[in-house]
C-alpha cells in the first residue's frame, strides 16, 4: 500500500510542467542520440549533465533517465528502415528487422519493435518498483565486507564481459581502479600520486573520466574511422509504423514474457547493459524459441526479444543505483554522478527518509511515464527523428567536442577539468586502438573509491583478515558468483579450443575425403 | 612473428608495467602517520599494482615467448564479432585525422583563455569540421558562428557560467557577443 502511494504522489510530480518538459526533452534527446551512429546513449546522458547542475534534483535525474531509457528505443528505426544500427545494441535487430522491412512490411517492423520496447519497458519498471523497498531492507544489513563483495562481484562481471581479451580487460580496470585512488586518502590524508600538482589533490572526478573516456574518445575514434555511416538512408523508405493484431501477439507471448524477465534479471547484474540483454535475448530465442529455424528471415520474434530485453535492462539497472548506490553501466554512473552533485548519496538511505521517497517514486514514476511517452513520440514523429541521419557527421562531431569542453568547464569554472577530459579522450582513443575495453576502466574509477573504502573498513574491523570476505553468508556468495563470472570466460576459451583440437569423427573425415 | 611486430605488441605492456614499477615505488614512500596494526593508505594502491603488474608481466611474456594460447575473450566482444564483424572492425583506418582532432583540440584548450570562449570555440569547430570531412567551407563558417553563439546564450545566459572572454582585443569581441545575446 505504501508503495502504491508513493508511486501515486510520483506520478503527480511527473504531471508538474517542469517535470514533463525534462522529460520530453530528454526522450527526444535519447532518440535523437540514439539514432546518431557514434552517439549512444551513454554519450546523450554524459553531454545533459551539464544542464543538470542548476536544475533540482527530481528533474535533473527525471531528464537523464528519460534519455536512457529512450536511447535503447529509437535505434530500432533506422537499424529497420536503413539496416544502420545506431548503436552494437541494435545489431540483432538488422536480421529480422531489416529482412521484414526488405520483405516490404518496415511499418510493420517498426510496430513491432515498439509494442516490445513498451512491454519491456513496463513489465521491468513495475518489477524496478516491486523490488525496490526489499533490495533497500536488504541493503540497510549491508555490512563493510558485503558492500566490498558487491563491488567485486559488478567489477569481475564487467571484466568478464567485456573487451577482445580477458587481460586487456583486466588491465583497463585496474588502470581505473588506479585513477580512483589519486588525490588525498580521506582516512589518513596523505597525497597519493599527486606530482606536487593542485589540480590532482582533489583526485580526478569520475565525471570528467566519463565525459573524456565516451565523449572525446569516441569522436577521436570515429575521426579515424572516416565519420563514415555503415549504410545509406534513403529517402524512398516508407517511414510509418503498423500495430500487429491481438492474435499475432498473442501468438509471441512466450517470446515477450521470456525476454521482459531475462531483460529486467539481466539489468540488475553490473556490466551486463542493454548491449548484452539484447543479444542474449536474440540468442535464447534461437535456442528455445517455437520458430527457431526461420529466425533471421524477418521474424517477429526476432525484432521483439532483442527489443524487449534492452528497454527492460534500463529499470533493472536503476535497482541497485537506487538501493544500493552501485552504478552497473556507463549511464548510470552518470546519474549517480546527478545525484552526487545535488548533494544526495543513493543507496537505502533513500527509501527510509520521506522527502527523499518522494523524489525516488517520483523517478521511478518517470520510467513508466517515459516508456509510454517514447512510445507515443516513436508513433508519431519517427520521421523527423530519422531526418537526425542526415546531419553531416563531421559537423555533428564538432559540436560534440564543444559540448564535452563546455560541459566539463561548466561543472567548476575550472579549465584544468578541461584538460582532466582531454587527456582521458585521448587515453580512450588509445585504449580503443590499442583494444582495451573502455567499460572496466571507466566503472573501476568510479567503484574505486567505494571499493577501497569497504576494503579499509573491513581490514580495520576485522584486523586485516582478508578470509572475512568469504566466510560471511552474503558476501560470500557474492564472492564466489565472482569467481565464477571471471572463471566463466576462461572456461569458455579452453573448451572452445579442446573442441577444435578435437580431431573430425572418423565418419565426417570420410564424408570430406575427395578421394 | 617479425621482431618488430612482436616489440609493437609487447611495447604497450611494457610501458604500463614500467609505470607500474614506478608508481608502485611511489607508493611505498607515501606520507602519513602510522598506526600500528592497521594498513595505511598505500595498501589499495600497492595490491592493484601488484595485479596491474603480474598481469603485464604475464603478457609481456606470453607474447615474447610467442605461445599460440590465443586470447580469451570476454563475452560480449565475441557476441559483437559473430553478429557483424564489419561494425566492430571498420575496414578503413585514418589515424593521422584522429590526431589532427587532438592536436586542435589541444591548441584549443590553450588558447581558450586568452582568446576567449567565443572566437576560440568559432575557430575551433570549423577547423574541426573540415577534419572531420565537411568540405562545404561556408556553411561552415555558418555552423560554426552559429554554434558558438549558441553556446554562449545557453551556458552564459540560462545555465549561468562564466565562459572565459579572453583578453585584449579579444575582450572586446567577446563583450561584443554578449551585448548582441542580451548577456549581462
Known amino acids: ?515 | 612473428m617479425p621482431v618488430l611486430l612482436k616489440l609493437r605488441r609487447i611495447a604497450p605492456y611494457a610501458i604500463i608495467l614500467a609505470l607500474s614499477g614506478y608508481l608502485y615505488d611511489l607508493a611505498l614512500h607515501f606520507d602519513y602517520q602510522k598506526v600500528p596494526g592497521r594498513i595505511g593508505p598505500d595498501a589499495w594502491p600497492r595490491i592493484i599494482l601488484v595485479l596491474l603488474m603480474a598481469i603485464c608481466a604475464y603478457q609481456v611474456l606470453r607474447l615474447a615467448l610467442q605461445r599460440k594460447t590465443g586470447e580469451v575473450e570476454g563475452v560480449l566482444q565475441s557476441l559483437e564479432e559473430e553478429a557483424a564483424p564489419s561494425l566492430v572492425h571498420p575496414e578503413t583506418e585514418h589515424p593521422w585525422l584522429a590526431w589532427a582532432g587532438i592536436a586542435l583540440t589541444f591548441g584549443y584548450l590553450l588558447a581558450f583563455e586568452r582568446v576567449g570562449f567565443f572566437s576560440a570555440s568559432f575557430v575551433y569547430l570549423f577547423l574541426l569540421m573540415l577534419v572531420g570531412g565537411y568540405r562545404r567551407v561556408l556553411t561552415a563558417l555558418g555552423i560554426a558562428l552559429a554554434a558558438s553563439l549558441a553556446f554562449m546564450f545557453v551556458f552564459m545566459k540560462i545555465v549561468y557560467v562564466s565562459l572565459p572572454l579572453g583578453r585584449g582585443p579579444f575582450l572586446d569581441v567577446s563583450i561584443g557577443v554578449m551585448k548582441v545575446l542580451g548577456i549581462h
Request: with cysteine.
Open chain 1, 1 to 515: 500500500m505504501g508503495t502504491l502511494h508513493y508511486l501515486w504522489i510520483g506520478l503527480s510530480h511527473i504531471f508538474t510542467p517542469q517535470d514533463l518538459i525534462v522529460l520530453v526533452a530528454g526522450l527526444l534527446v535519447g532518440m535523437a542520440v540514439s539514432v546518431m551512429p557514434g552517439l549512444g546513449l551513454v554519450m546523450g546522458v554524459v553531454l545533459a549533465l551539464p544542464f543538470t547542475y542548476r536544475m533540482p534534483i527530481e528533474p535533473s535525474i527525471i531528464l537523464l533517465t528519460a534519455i536512457y531509457v529512450s536511447g535503447t528505443y529509437a535505434g530500432c528505426f533506422t537499424a529497420i528502415l536503413y539496416r544502420i544500427p545506431g548503436e552494437p545494441m541494435d545489431v540483432p535487430l538488422l536480421w529480422d528487422g531489416y529482412s521484414m522491412a526488405q520483405k516490404g512490411q518496415p511499418a510493420k517492423a517498426l510496430g513491432w519493435a515498439l509494442v516490445a520496447a513498451l512491454t519491456g519497458g513496463l513489465f521491468s519498471s513495475a518489477v524496478m518498483v516491486a523490488l525496490a523497498v526489499p533490495m533497500s531492507r536488504v541493503a540497510l544489513s549491508f555490512g563493510p565486507p558485503d558492500y566490498f563483495a558487491a563491488v567485486f562481484f559488478g567489477l569481475t562481471t564487467v571484466v568478464a564481459l567485456a573487451g577482445t581479451s580477458l587481460v586487456n580487460a583486466f588491465i583497463s580496470l585496474f588502470v581505473g581502479l588506479l585513477v580512483a585512488t589519486v588525490g588525498v586518502d580521506p582516512i589518513y590524508g596523505a597525497y597519493r600520486f599527486t606530482f606536487d600538482s593542485p589540480i590532482l589533490e582533489n583526485g580526478v572526478p569520475y565525471v570528467m573520466v566519463l565525459v573524456g573516456m565516451y565523449g572525446l574518445g569516441e569522436v577521436f575514434n570515429r575521426l579515424s574511422q572516416g565519420l563514415k555511416l555503415h549504410g545509406e538512408p534513403r529517402s524512398d523508405t516508407r517511414v510509418k509504423t503498423d500495430f500487429p493484431s491481438w492474435r499475432e501477439l498473442w501468438l509471441i507471448r512466450k517470446t515477450l514474457a521470456r525476454s521482459s524477465v531475462l531483460g529486467t534479471l539481466l539489468g540488475i547484474v553490473p556490466g551486463a547493459g542493454a548491449t548484452v540483454t539484447s543479444f542474449v535475448s536474440y540468442g535464447i530465442e534461437k535456442q528455445y524459441g517455437e520458430r527457431r529455424q526461420l529466425l533471421g528471415t524477418g521474424l517477429p520474434e526476432g525484432i521483439v526479444a532483442p527489443q524487449v530485453g534492452s528497454t527492460a535492462s534500463v529499470a533493472g539497472h536503476m535497482i541497485p543505483l537506487l538501493t544500493l548506490g552501485i552504478p552497473g553501466s556507463g549511464a548510470t554512473a552518470v546519474i549517480l554522478a546527478a545525484f552526487l552533485l545535488h548533494g544526495v548519496q543513493p543507496g537505502p538511505m533513500l527509501f527510509t527518509d520521506p522527502g527523499s521517497k518522494a523524489v525516488v517514486y517520483t523517478i521511478l514514476a518517470s520510467l513508466f511515464v517515459g516508456v509510454i511517452g517514447m512510445c507515443v513520440m516513436g508513433f508519431f514523429w519517427i520521421r523527423v527523428i530519422v531526418k537526425v541521419l542526415r546531419i553531416p557527421q563531421g559537423v555533428l562531431s564538432a559540436i560534440v567536442v564543444l559540448f564535452c569542453i563546455v560541459g566539463a568547464y561548466a561543472n567548476r569554472n575550472s579549465v584544468s577539468d578541461v584538460w582532466v577530459i582531454v587527456v582521458f579522450g585521448v587515453l580512450g582513443y588509445a585504449f580503443d586502438k590499442l583494444r582495451f575495453p573502455i567499460s572496466p576502466m571507466v566503472l573501476g574509477a568510479i567503484l574505486g573509491p567505494l571499493a577501497e573504502n569497504s576494503y579499509m573498513q573491513t581490514m580495520i574491523s576485522y584486523h586485516n583478515d582478508w578470509t572475512v570476505f568469504f566466510r560471511e553468508g552474503l558476501s560470500g556468495t557474492l564472492m564466489v558468483l565472482s569467481l565464477l563470472a571471471m572463471g566463466y570466460p576462461l572456461a569458455r576459451h579452453y573448451l572452445e579450443k579442446r573442441r577444435r583440437a578435437r580431431p573430425p569423427a572418423p565418419r565426417a573425415a570420410a564424408r570430406t575425403d575427395p578421394a
